[in-house]
């Protein structure tokens, strides 16, 4: 099992650039999670989709779009990238909405807004 | 959320016990103790949780203190694969299907250096 693949693994863009990231899970796992990691700090939840169909807000979601567009896939979009999101993304899934099954995460993108 | 505390960094020797301690003294009687690592370059990896008995896997063995305010996690034999940041989270087990379910507080965690 390849677990969580993202893609791609860096980027640069300018600002004002649009863009998408890729996530796909071959686990059959219901929820999906995007995060963001800056430096010094911990992982900050953006958007999560708890079942195929439906998306909520995290932590921080303001200039972020989010698409789960089959039960594998959940893509995080930046509109119109600006340098405060230059950061580490992490996709993440669970299996169910139980309490404490695990998150498995990808192993993140890394982008830079010029 | 409940808040944990963990020291910044240890060091430990290769094939030597390590004991990663985490406070939570404001824990509540429904929050799941959980550890995840993330190692350099890679995302977090589940390492083990649990709520009040001590708990082991493959990977580790989760102490928790009989009145639940710390807890220690304990590598048997540090490997230098073990060299990573160590994340201590309280999950809520009453999570609301409306609210924020997968919003772990990971924090800044204990950067574990392991020397040959």
């Known amino acids: 099992n390849a677990g969580v693949t993202q893609t791609p693994k860096f980027q640069v863009l300018k600002t004002g650039q649009s863009m998408t990231l890729q996530c796909a899970q071959d686990m059959n796992h219901n929820s999906m999670y995007w995060y963001r990691q800056d430096p010094g700090m911990g992982l900050r939840l953006i958007y999560y989709?708890?079942?195929?169909?439906?998306?909520d807000k995290g932590e921080v979601p303001n200039g972020y779009n989010v698409s789960r567009l089959n039960k594998r896939e959940f893509s995080l979009r930046l509109e119109s990238a600006a340098p405060s999101q230059t950061s580490v993304y992490f996709c993440?899934?669970?299996?169910?909405?139980?309490?404490?099954?695990?998150?498995?995460f990808g192993n993140g993108t890394r982008l830079t807004v010029t | 959320d409940a808040k944990t505390t963990q020291p910044n960094s240890m060091e430990s020797n290769e094939e030597e016990p390590v004991h990663l301690p985490c406070n939570h003294s404001t824990i509540s009687g429904t929050d799941y103790i959980h550890w995840y690592r993330q190692l350099p370059s890679q995302g977090p990896e589940y390492v083990i949780h649990?709520?009040?008995s001590n708990v082991n896997n493959r990977m580790a063995s989760l102490a928790i203190a009989e009145d639940r305010k710390s807890s220690t996690l304990i590598l048997h034999r540090a490997t230098l694969r073990d060299a990573a940041v160590y994340y201590c989270?309280?999950?809520?087990?009453?999570?609301?299907?409306?609210?924020?379910?997968?919003?772990?507080?990971f924090g800044k965690g204990t950067k574990l250096s392991v020397k040959p």
């Open positions: 989270i309280l999950r809520d087990v009453i999570e609301n299907y409306g609210g924020s379910q997968g919003n772990l507080i």
């Open positions: 989709s708890a079942s195929e169909g439906t998306t």
């Open positions: 993440a899934s669970r299996e169910d909405r139980g309490y404490n099954s695990p998150l498995h």
């Open positions: 649990g709520l009040t």
